[in-house]
């Protein structure tokens, strides 16, 4: 393979890339503004997955599990036996923004339900006692600093962009896949006519 191909190749893979990244997150803030517009109560999850950008340093720190500001998390749906101390976990409390801070023990309340004792790895005192009913998930993983390119892509510019970068790089990929093969039929035209003049000058 020349390098030219490969180049070829490698723009368009990371075309292709480009495009189904910002297709992804379109798709998510689309289904998050929509879902927290109709259950402005209710944590709007997809397929059980609640993406949040981190706005505190409240987890930050070199502890497995560690959360930094303006990370892009990931939290789960989980039950509720199914969490031990050390386990990081998203709450809400009504009216309030949600909290992703890990678990340091459980308590068992009156009624038999239980009760987690959080804190933030950064603070030095815990939060109040939180409810099995107040439990969005469980935190499973992190992508760095991608929370607040999130954050822009839900505002007017950011939404604008959102919706205006993968039209431009699609229509882009398809310009450049109808010139490509647009080229190669007129070099097998040009090709074709040659083979055939030189068969009638052999016929001569």
Same mark, same amino acid.
């Given at each position: 393979m020349d390098k030219k191909k490969l180049l070829r190749r490698t723009f368009f893979s990371i075309w292709i890339f480009l495009i189904a990244f910002f297709g992804f997150l379109l798709v998510c803030n689309i289904v998050v503004l929509i879902k927290s517009t109709v259950n402005p109560d209710s944590p709007p999850k997809i397929f059980g997955m609640l993406p949040m950008a981190v706005k505190s340093g409240s987890m930050s720190?070199?502890? $497995?599990?560690? !959360? $930094?500001?303006? %990370?892009? !998390?990931?939290?789960?749906?989980?039950?509720? %036996?199914?969490? @031990? $101390?050390?386990d990081v976990i998203a709450y809400q409390r009504q009216g309030e #923004?949600?909290?992703?801070? +890990?678990?340091?023990?459980?308590?068992?309340?009156? %009624?038999?339900?239980?009760?987690?004792?959080? *804190? @933030?790895?950064a603070n030095n005192v815990c939060d109040d006692p939180v409810d099995e009913s107040e439990l969005v998930g469980i935190y499973k993983g992190r992508i760095p600093?991608?929370?607040?390119?999130?954050?822009?892509?839900?505002? #007017?510019l @950011? !939404?604008?962009?959102?919706?205006?970068v993968p039209i431009?790089?699609?229509? @882009?990929?398809?310009?450049?896949?109808? +010139? +490509? *093969?647009k080229n190669a039929e007129t070099s097998d035209e040009k090709a074709e006519k040659t083979e055939n003049i030189g068969a009638k000058r052999f016929e001569k």
């Open positions: 720190g070199d502890r $497995e599990g560690h !959360i $930094e500001m303006d %990370d892009l !998390i990931f939290v789960f749906n989980v039950k509720t %036996d199914a969490l @031990g $101390e050390g #923004p949600i909290v992703t801070h +890990r678990i340091v023990s459980i308590e068992q309340g009156e %009624d038999g339900a239980s009760k987690f004792i959080t *804190k @933030g790895d600093k991608l929370g607040r390119a999130v954050l822009f892509l839900q505002t #007017p @950011g !939404i604008v962009l959102g919706v205006g431009l790089l699609f229509c @882009g990929f398809e310009f450049l896949f109808c +010139r +490509r *093969k």
